[in-house]
């Protein structure tokens, strides 16, 4: 099979334990990864599409405020990853954003975050966890809702902010119990999707695994010159599981 390249963006801190995890997804949903940080200069013209991983908290200064709670920030992988977005968007390039990754992407198209995003959503329930403890939504008429089904959600949960205005084109794809977003979407191509949630640790279950899948069918869909949601719509029309999407033998257990 021939794989389509994702550059996968990484904490230099962290990275070396969190790549292989979504390397692993990525193969599974058959494609193929690099990992890229601020030590190791990126080419967007040599992959075929972008995910941005978790980490630290986003300066505020790239949506034009100020710091009103205490965090760990990272100025450098900021801009990177702001650059990076910027880019495969201009280069009609699937993104898949992950925790920090799908507040960057609604950074990048104009939205900005709450910084204390349990401070303002009183009733949702916090957890700093990789368990699958946290319950979602995923809104009706989404892609988000196609792509991983109808039923709520359990999921993980690191994160101590989340989006608040939404970036351009960008709609609400999961909420969780509370009202917090917990995952957004682009409504046309090129495909892009974030999850407030870390898929990653929770490749055991089919319906995460699926979101690297459409990842990969939006990737493919590139390559071929082909609408990237339309490719990614299809596979779901179709009853598309992962085991279709991903290489002869992967798993696919069921949550």
Not at 67 to 89: C, N
Not at 154 to 181: F, K, P, T
Not at 233 to 255: H, K, Q, S, V
């Amino acid at each position: 099979m021939d794989r389509p390249l994702i550059a996968v963006t990484t904490s230099r801190r962290s990275g070396w334990r969190i790549f292989p995890l979504v390397a692993l997804n990525v193969w599974l949903a058959g494609g193929r990864s690099v990992r890229w940080d601020t030590a190791r200069p990126p080419d967007l013209d040599r992959v075929d599409g972008l995910i941005v991983g978790g980490g630290d908290d986003i300066s505020p200064d790239l949506y034009g405020m100020s710091v009103v709670t205490s965090a760990r920030l990272d100025p450098d992988r900021d801009a990177l990853e702001h650059r990076l977005v910027t880019g495969a968007l201009n280069r009609n390039m699937p993104i898949l954003g992950i925790c920090r990754g799908s507040q960057m992407l609604n950074i990048a198209l104009g939205g900005t975050l709450h910084q204390d995003a349990y401070g303002f959503f009183t009733t949702s329930r916090e957890f700093r966890t990789i368990l699958p403890r946290k319950r979602v939504t995923l809104c009706p008429g989404t892609r988000l809702h196609e792509i991983a089904g109808n039923a709520p959600m359990m999921v993980n949960a690191l994160h101590s902010q989340a989006v608040a205005d939404l970036g351009e084109n960008l709609r609400v794809a999961a909420l969780d119990e509370g009202g917090m977003i917990q995952g957004i979407e682009r409504i046309s191509d090129p495909f892009a999707l974030g999850v407030q949630w870390h898929p990653e640790h929770l490749f055991y279950a089919s319906r995460q695994r699926a979101i690297f899948a459409a990842l990969v069918s939006a990737a493919r869909a590139r390559r071929q010159d082909r609408s990237q949601t339309a490719a990614v719509d299809a596979d779901m029309d179709l009853g598309a599981t992962p085991e279709d999407i991903a290489p002869a033998g992967a798993t696919t257990d069921r949550e």
